[in-house]
């Protein structure tokens, strides 16, 4: 069975600092890949996603994630942060069954 | 994206009743699926619910616990049968739309069970 682990459980940044959120999956296959974002007192919402060609995938709010397939790794990544970053965020991956595994979560906490 | 909604948005049961939870959704899908958030955790599948079909459920999960009914391509219930405080969980309900598996979640139901 395909897991998926986020190694960072709980991060805490100062506004303004580089972000990477570590993710890896265990599947053989090919992939679909997605990261999700939680805000507090918010629904799950898609932060970008990565299906097939160029491996650096940009998304909402300045994010990017880069597929290394050797790695089997979908990290995150923002150059700055901001405190309104602050959110539970979640790696997720498809492989063709058509539902989805989630890792664990990383939350963020971006201080001001 | 997908404009997806649930009722109830929470509620506080009692240990051995039921709740069913409503998921309605602005268009057409094929797939539905529900997950659950238990606190402090991520998500996890409970089953995949197609319209004219009996849902498919993940290990662990089981019909008579979670009975799934997908009457049309909008609309999904999912029954929390019998319920314990293990239950208390967030309940999300989610579509496939735009591709690659791509999913789009509801905004939860949070349930407490005492």
């Known amino acids: 069975a395909q897991s998926v682990s986020q190694h960072n459980h709980h991060v805490i940044l100062s506004e303004a600092a580089s972000l990477e959120l570590g993710c890896n999956y265990s599947y053989g296959g090919t992939v679909n890949l997605f990261w999700y974002v939680q805000y507090p007192g918010q629904h799950l919402q898609l932060l970008l996603k990565?299906?097939?060609?160029?491996?650096l995938v940009k998304g909402i709010k300045g994010f990017e994630a880069e597929f290394i397939k050797s790695k089997f790794s979908f990290n995150l990544r923002k150059p700055s942060v901001q405190w309104s970053d602050t959110a539970e965020y979640f790696c997720a991956v498809g492989s063709g069954r058509r539902a989805l595994t989630f890792g664990s979560g990383t939350r963020l906490q971006v201080q001001p | 994206s997908a404009v997806i909604s649930q009722k109830p948005s929470r509620d506080i049961c009692q240990r051995g009743t039921s709740l069913t939870i409503q998921c309605q959704v602005d268009?057409?899908?094929?797939?539905m699926f529900w997950y659950r958030q238990q606190p402090g955790q991520s998500l996890t599948l409970i089953a995949t619910?197609?319209?004219?079909?009996?849902?498919?459920?993940e290990s662990g999960f089981v019909i008579d616990k979670f009975p799934i009914s997908r009457p049309n391509l909008t609309f999904s219930t999912l029954t929390v049968s019998n319920m314990s405080p293990e239950d208390s969980s967030i309940y999300l309900c989610?579509?496939?739309?735009?591709?690659?598996?791509?999913?789009?979640f509801g905004p939860g139901t949070r349930l407490l069970v005492l």
């Open positions: 268009s057409q899908v094929t797939m």
């Open positions: 619910a197609n319209q004219g079909s009996e849902a498919t459920y």
């Open positions: 990565y299906f097939s060609g160029d491996p």
């Open positions: 989610s579509v496939e739309r735009g591709g690659g598996e791509t999913q789009y």
